[in-house]
C-alpha cells in the first residue's frame, strides 16, 4: 500500500464509526489530508469498499508481522490457530469492523466480505507454515474462514471482561473442527471408509493452490 494510500486510509478511520466505509468517508478523508477528490477516487475507485478492503488487507498484514515475531513453537497447532484468531481481533477497531461487517452484509457486497474472510485465513494459514499443495489448501481456508468470521460476529456483541467469552467460543470452534477432523482420520483408517472416500480424495489430490492469485481456483496437474 503506498504512503498516500495510508494517510488518507488513517484519516478516513476517524469518521468511519459516523458514516461508515461510506463515499462520504472518502470526502471527509481527502478534504483532512488535503488530497484533491478525484486523486483519492483513482486510489480507491470504488470508494468505501475499496477503503475497507485496504483496511483489512492492513490489519492482515500487522497480523502477519505479529505472529512472525510470536513464538508458538511450544503450543499445540489449534492452539497456534486459536491464538491467531485472536491476535486478529484483539487490538482491531471495533468500530471499523461492525461498519464493514454491515457494508460486506449488503448483497452487492458478499463477494467482496467473502474474500476478506478467505484472505485473513489463508494469511494465518500461510504465517503458520502450511504446506498443503493440493485440496487441503482450500479446505484448511475454507474452515478457518467460517471459524473466523463466526468469531468476529460474536466479538462485535461480547461484553465480557477482556473478551474472554469470545476466547472461549474461539476454541469452541476449533475444537469442533478438530472433531470433524478425527471423524475424517477414523473413516480413512476403515477399508470400506477408504473406498468411500476414493473419489473425493483423488480429486483433492489433483488441485492445486493457486499461484499468486489468492481466491482463484488452483490449477489441476497435467498428465
Not at 22 to 33: F, G, M, Y
Amino acid at each position: 500500500m503506498t504512503d498516500a494510500m495510508n494517510r488518507l486510509l488513517d484519516a478516513a478511520l476517524a469518521n468511519v464509526a459516523f458514516d461508515g466505509w461510506s463515499d462520504a468517508t472518502l470526502k471527509r478523508a481527502a478534504a483532512k489530508t488535503e488530497m484533491p477528490l478525484a486523486e483519492a477516487r483513482a486510489l480507491f475507485p470504488r470508494g468505501g469498499v475499496d477503503l475497507a478492503m485496504a483496511w483489512h488487507r492492513r490489519e492482515d498484514a500487522r497480523l502477519a508481522a505479529r505472529l512472525a515475531d510470536t513464538d508458538l513453537s511450544g503450543m499445540r497447532y489449534r492452539d497456534r490457530v486459536a491464538r491467531a484468531i485472536w491476535m486478529r481481533l484483539e487490538d482491531a477497531d471495533k468500530n471499523a469492523v461492525r461498519r464493514g461487517t454491515t457494508l460486506f452484509a449488503l448483497p452487492m457486497h458478499t463477494a467482496v466480505g467473502a474474500r476478506a474472510l478467505w484472505e485473513t485465513a489463508d494469511t494465518i494459514w500461510t504465517a503458520l507454515g502450511d504446506t498443503s499443495s493440493d485440496g487441503n489448501w482450500y479446505s484448511k481456508r475454507a474452515t478457518l474462514a467460517g471459524v473466523h468470521g463466526a468469531a468476529v460476529l460474536f466479538w462485535l456483541g461480547d461484553d465480557s471482561r477482556d473478551h474472554e467469552d469470545t476466547r472461549a467460543f474461539i476454541d469452541r470452534r476449533i475444537d469442533d473442527v478438530m472433531r470433524i477432523e478425527r471423524a475424517k482420520s477414523a473413516l480413512a483408517a476403515n477399508p470400506a471408509g477408504r473406498a468411500v472416500l476414493a473419489g473425493p480424495n483423488f480429486v483433492l489430490s489433483r488441485m492445486r493452490p493457486p499461484k499468486g492469485l489468492a481466491g482463484f481456483p488452483g490449477l489441476r496437474r497435467g498428465r
